[in-house]
T-cell receptor
Framework: DAKTTQPTSMDCAEGRAANLPCNHSTISGNEYVYWYRQIHSQGPQYIIHGLKNNETNEMASLIITEDRKSSTLILPHATLRDTAVYYCIAHLGGSARQLTFGSGTQLTVLP | AAGVIQSPRHLIKEKRETATLKCYPIPRHDTVYWYQQGPGQDPQFLISFYEKMQSDKGSIPDRFSAQQFSDYHSELNMSSLELGDSALYFC?????????????????FGPGTRLTVT
């Protein structure tokens, strides 16, 4: 899986949008961009994934640049419960392969 | 919706003892994964099973073994426990699907088993 780079930490005010960037400049054409988060000591939670097109679900939006070298996860209205470590992972979606967790971004939502 | 079930949630063992962790995947999911997360670390992949056959192997010590049974539940067996085995152990399951030309293969994680070796 391609290496991803994320900021170590970010703060966001409650109710505002949280924009979490991720660089994946060596991503291959068949690797998806997956986002997971882990709230303290809980099991990681799937958020969203995409290949080329932007994606949106009930939790978040995923914006992938046209060259696919970077992406942004957007939480539109962050709440205190969104405080977590967010992991951006490049992953071959068509295989039963493991996730390789990097360091992730510690997002802290402030009241 | 049904989630991944892990048992026990907490386990305390002494050095050199054995431990067995159990995982019950989401119904109809065909793949099970085991991850280990040490204190202050990110989750690390141990081993996975697809349709009851071992699929991938990560940094799993030789003292550990795992299997997936006919009912799709999985067990992680850990022997000769060491202090460094103290960690959270997560099980995850997934189902490979293609919808609208997009592959959906997200993993759903259980709440974890916290193993403490004293």
């Amino acid at each position: 899986d391609a290496k991803t780079t994320q900021p170590t930490s970010m703060d966001c005010a409650e109710g505002r949008a949280a924009n979490l960037p991720c660089n994946h400049s060596t991503i291959s054409g068949n690797e998806y961009v997956y986002w997971y988060r882990q709230i303290h000591s809980q099991g990681p939670q799937y958020i969203i994934h995409g290949l080329k097109n932007n994606e949106t679900n009930e939790m978040a939006s995923l914006i992938i640049t046209e060259d696919r070298k970077s992406s942004t996860l957007i939480l539109p209205h962050a709440t205190l419960r969104d405080t977590a470590v967010y992991y951006c992972i490049a992953h071959l979606g068509g295989s039963a392969r493991q996730l390789t967790f990097g360091s992730g971004t510690q997002l802290t939502v402030l009241p | 919706a049904a989630g991944v079930i892990q048992s026990p949630r907490h386990l305390i063992k002494e050095k050199r003892e054995t431990a067995t962790l159990k995982c019950y995947p989401i119904p109809r999911h065909d793949t099970v994964y085991w991850y280990q997360q040490g204190p202050g670390q990110d989750p690390q992949f141990l081993i996975s099973f697809y349709e009851k056959m071992q699929s991938d192997k990560g940094s799993i010590p030789d003292r550990f073994s795992a299997q997936q049974f006919s009912d799709y539940h999985s067990e992680l067996n850990m022997s000769s426990l060491e202090l460094g085995d103290s960690a959270l152990y997560f099980c995850a399951s997934s189902l490979w699907l293609v919808a609208g030309g997009k592959v959906d293969h997200e993993q759903y994680f259980g709440p974890g088993t916290r193993l403490t070796v004293t």
